[in-house]
């Protein structure tokens, strides 16, 4: 029995699937092989599957907005955190990404709003103050009604900094400044971490000193 | 510090957006966690990730067929496979499911065209003969032009009680009915098998006894 190699490009589907399979492929935690994966689930439940994963990516796709309020991003705005009557406006967790907003906010732990700065202070990648929503925070802040602010950055170098920079333009107003408590692993990055150790970082939460 | 634990269904997100993670959770190798990450990567790269990723849906979801000839799923009827002029149309393979038809061709092993069954005779599931594309695949036999019909079932016993059909309905055609080396661990899917075991299955395929 012989077996040709063939050496020309030979195409196994469609080059619209082979799109496809590659935009899955980029997506974190997915590889070249589960995104194949993937899409031959979706082709054999076309409507089980592949029609509502279509409806639910074009409604959020058309519906996508950044939230005025925090900079959390939704469908709508302001966003559901910020509309929810039922969190307590008088604490506020900033944080640097909305990734960073879901790993707590999942842990059903904090009570309060959130305000989300869209990165941390970095000399190295050119991040200064006006490039992050720092001004929305202290105008958030300056307004009034809020009595806690948990400055919840990343335990990296850029993470503290930043938040040495938030304390130092929040000083002065009536809040009191908290942070989480170190315990979280160096360099770790919040939206990793498993609940039980955002959960004692957030219960050990101390005045920023 | 007080934390308040509260009851209520608080919602982090929108409902679109819990949706949007629902379904991505049911991919096959994807979790309630990854689809989270999935989905706040999107709404992150809203340009370079998510609008590229709902652009080859749709176009996938739009031309999606069956292909008429052999039972592939693809986005052209005849298939890429069928149309391809560079492939040996003396040689066919059958598989029970498109997803084997792939797992087989990314090897580039096979020179030949496939046969989707769609599924394996089965009692237990109720799947008989007429359920499957077995008829199609009699009459692309018949009308001529093939040498060799390679049974690629899994190596399951519903796969080879299957592959014993096949070899029966194909008796008196003047084809070559060869089947996949056993070498494949046993209750083992083709399509969960790495290239290296399928390549070594795929050449020391012999006649059906
Ligand atoms: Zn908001
Ligand atoms: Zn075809």
Redesign the interface.
Known sequence: ?H????H?H?????T??E??V???A?????GPR?A?????????K?ES??????A??????E??VTCGICGN????DP???CA?P???PRSLCVVE???DL?AL??S????GKYHVLGGRLSALEGVRPQDLSIDALVARVAAGGIDEVVLAMNATLEGQTTAHYLAERLEGYPVRL?QLAHGLPVGGEL?YLDEGTLAQA??A?RPVS
């Open positions: 029995m077996i040709l190699h063939t020309y030979r195409r196994m589907a469609s619209e699937i799109a496809l590659q935009q899955l980029r997506l974190p935690g997915l589960s194949r994966r993937a899409v031959l689930h979706l082709m054999k076309r599957s592949f029609a509502p994963l279509l639910a990516l074009q409604t959020v796709s519906r996508l991003v939704d469908t709508s966003c559901a955190i929810d039922r969190r307590d990404e909305v990734s879901w906010d999942k059903r732990l904090f009570p908290t939206d957030l219960r939460r």
